[in-house]
C-alpha cells in the first residue's frame, strides 16, 4: 500500500497482510513470548475491527501510510483482550476457533505475559505511524482515542464488570453498560481513529462513535438471539447456553421479539447516521451488515 491507487475496497485477507507486517521477529533470550503473540494474532478471525478503520479512512478520503500501524494495533488490542478471556482465571477456555488457546498451548504464564505484550506492542506499533502523517494533532487524536476506548474507561472497564458478575444477575442498566464497553467499545475506537486520521472534525468523530455504538449494541443482541435460535453447528456452541447459565441478556430481559426488532431499529439508526455523515459509506453498510445479519 505504497500509492493512492492501492487504498481500494478492504478485505480480510488486506487486513492479515498488514498486519502480520508488524509482528515481531520470534528470536532473542524471548523468543518464546514473540511467538505466542504471534500464534495469537494469526489464530484466525474476521479483523472486522482493523476493516471498520480502514473503510472509515476511505470514506474520509485518507490516503496516508499513517493508517497502517493503527490498524495493526487495532487488532493487536483486540487480541489480547481474548487471550485474557481464556485465562482459566476469566472463562477458562481450552480453545478458540478451532485451536489451541494461548494459555493451553503456551502455558498460563506465558497467556497472561502475551496479553501484556501484545497491548503494549499496540502502541508501539502505533507510534510507527508517526512520521506518515502530515496531520500531527490527528495522530495525537487517534493515539488518546486507542489509548481511552481499550481502558479501564473502554474495554477493559466491560470486562470487570462482567467479570465480576460471573455466575451473578445483571440489572439492565449493568448489562447495557457491559455491551456497550466490552463489545462497542472497540468498534467505536476504530471508527473514530479512521475519522480522526482522515482529518474529520470532532463532531463528525463523535457521529462515527454514536454509529458505532449502536452497531455493536446490534451485534450484541444478534448474539443473544443466536444463543436462542440458532444451529448449535453453525454457531459453535451449545444453543440455550446463556439461559441455563443463569446469564443475564437482552434476550432474556426483553424476549426474543423484542431483541429482534431492536436489531433492525438499531441498524436502521446506524444507517441513517452513515447518510448524514455526507460521504461514501456503502462499504461500511455492508461491513455492518455481514457483522448483524449473521447466521453465527
Excluded at 484466525?44 to 496516508?64: D, N, S, W
Amino acid at each position: 500500500m505504497t500509492g493512492e491507487s492501492e487504498f481500494t475496497v478492504g478485505s480480510p485477507e488486506l487486513m492479515d497482510r498488514i498486519i502480520k507486517e508488524y509482528l515481531p521477529e520470534e528470536k532473542g533470550f524471548q523468543k518464546i513470548i514473540f511467538e505466542a503473540m504471534n500464534y495469537s494474532v494469526c489464530a484466525g478471525g474476521k479483523r472486522i475491527r482493523p476493516l471498520l478503520m480502514y473503510e472509515t479512512y476511505r470514506a474520509f478520503c485518507g490516503r496516508e501510510e499513517v493508517i497502517r500501524p493503527f490498524l495493526a494495533a487495532m487488532e493487536m488490542i483486540h487480541t489480547y483482550s481474548l487471550v485474557h478471556d481464556d485465562l482459566p482465571c476469566m472463562d477458562n477456555d481450552l480453545y478458540r476457533r478451532g485451536l489451541p488457546t494461548t494459555w493451553s498451548k503456551f502455558g498460563e504464564d506465558m497467556g497472561v505475559l502475551a496479553g501484556d505484550s501484545l497491548l503494549g506492542y499496540a502502541f508501539e506499533t502505533a507510534l510507527k505511524g508517526y512520521s506518515s502523517i502530515n496531520d500531527k494533532d490527528a495522530f495525537f487524536k487517534a493515539l488518546k482515542i486507542l489509548a481511552e476506548k481499550s481502558g479501564c474507561y473502554g474495554m477493559l472497564g466491560g470486562q470487570v464488570v462482567d467479570v465480576g458478575l460471573t455466575g451473578k444477575s445483571m440489572t439492565k442498566e449493568q448489562m447495557f453498560f457491559v455491551y456497550e464497553l466490552k463489545t462497542s467499545a472497540l468498534i467505536e475506537c476504530s471508527m473514530m481513529i479512521g475519522g480522526a486520521l482522515a482529518g474529520a472534525d470532532d463532531k463528525r468523530i463523535t457521529a462515527l462513535e454514536s454509529i458505532a455504538s449502536k452497531v455493536g449494541l446490534a451485534f450484541q443482541i444478534k448474539d443473544d438471539i443466536l444463543d436462542v435460535t440458532g444451529d448449535e453447528a453453525v454457531i459453535g456452541k451449545p444453543v440455550g447456553s446463556d439461559q441455563k447459565n443463569n446469564k443475564t441478556t437482552y434476550v432474556t430481559v426483553y424476549g426474543l421479539e423484542a431483541a429482534e426488532k431492536k436489531v433492525t431499529e438499531l441498524m436502521d439508526e446506524a444507517s441513517e447516521g452513515l447518510f448524514e455523515l455526507g460521504c461514501d459509506t456503502s462499504v461500511l453498510k455492508s461491513i455492518f451488515d455481514s457483522l448483524v445479519y449473521r447466521n453465527h
